[in-house]
C-alpha cells in the first residue's frame, strides 16, 4: 500500500489522504565541531489528490538544530511548489479592495462562476477607492483609464474581467474552468499590483535613494 499523508489539495480544497506518488530526500551534513556533525533534511514529494487527481510538490525541511514540538507536522512549516500560485502583499490593498480580493482566494477552488464574480467585484472596489463612482462599470474603467490610473492595456485587461464577470452573473450557458479562473486572477494581480504596490514600492525607493544622496553630501561637506 502507498504512503498516505492528510494534506490540503491546492486545485479542489479538499483536505483529505493525498497518496504519495515520489519522494526524493536530500541530506546535507556539516561539521559544527570535532567529532559533531548536524544534519539537514530537505525532502520533496509529490502527491496525488484521490478526489480530483490533480498532483502537487512538496518542500519540507527538517534539521538536528532545531527543537520540534511532539506532534509537530512537518507540513505546516513546508512549501508548496508547484502548482505555481502568485502570492499578493494583502497588506497594501486598501480594505474594501483586499475584502473582494480575499473573498475571491476563498472560492477560486472551490465554485469558479462566483469567483469570477468577485474578481469583476474587486475591481469596483479599485473605481471606487479611485474616485470613479458614476455609472456602468465600463464607463468607471474608462474614466480611470482617462485619468491615468489605468494605462490603456491594464485597461483593456480590466474590461475582459468585468465582461466575464457579467457573463458569469447573468448565468449564461458557460462553464469557467480553472484555467480561465487562474488568468483572470493574474489579470486582477496585475491591476492591483499597479495601481497599489508599485507606487508605494516607488515611494520607498526614492525615499531610501534620496537619504543615500543626503548621507553622501554630508559626507562631502564634513
Ligand atoms: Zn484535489
Known sequence: ?????????PHCGNT???????????????????????????IFEVFECPVCQGFHLFHTHWNTEE?????????EEGKLLYPYTERLNLYALPKNVRGAYESALRVQ?????????????????VCK??????????QKLNHLQQT??????????SKVIKDIGNMAAHGDQVTFNK?????????????????????KEMKRIKFELEQMTAEETSEEAT
Not at 30 to 38: K, L, N, P, S, T
Request: aromatic share 14%; glycine share 6%; net charge negative.
Open 67 to 75: 527543537a520540534y514540538y511532539e506532534g509537530f507536522n512537518i507540513y
Open 16 to 42: 483529505t489522504p493525498m497518496d504519495l506518488l515520489n519522494k526524493f530526500e536530500k541530506v546535507t551534513t556539516e561539521e559544527f565541531y570535532e567529532g559533531y556533525e548536524a544534519q539537514f533534511n530537505d
Open 1 to 9: 500500500m502507498s504512503e498516505k499523508v492528510i494534506l490540503t489539495c
Open 129 to 138: 477607492d479611485k474616485g470613479a463612482t458614476t455609472g456602468q462599470l465600463h
Open 109 to 125: 477552488n472551490i465554485d469558479e462562476a462566483s469567483c469570477v464574480i468577485t474578481l469583476r467585484r474587486t475591481l469596483e472596489m
Open 179 to 199: 484555467y480561465m479562473v487562474e488568468s483572470l486572477f493574474r489579470f486582477t494581480n496585475k491591476i492591483l499590483e499597479y495601481v497599489y504596490i508599485l507606487p
Open 148 to 157: 491615468g490610473v489605468l494605462p490603456p492595456l491594464m485597461g483593456d485587461i
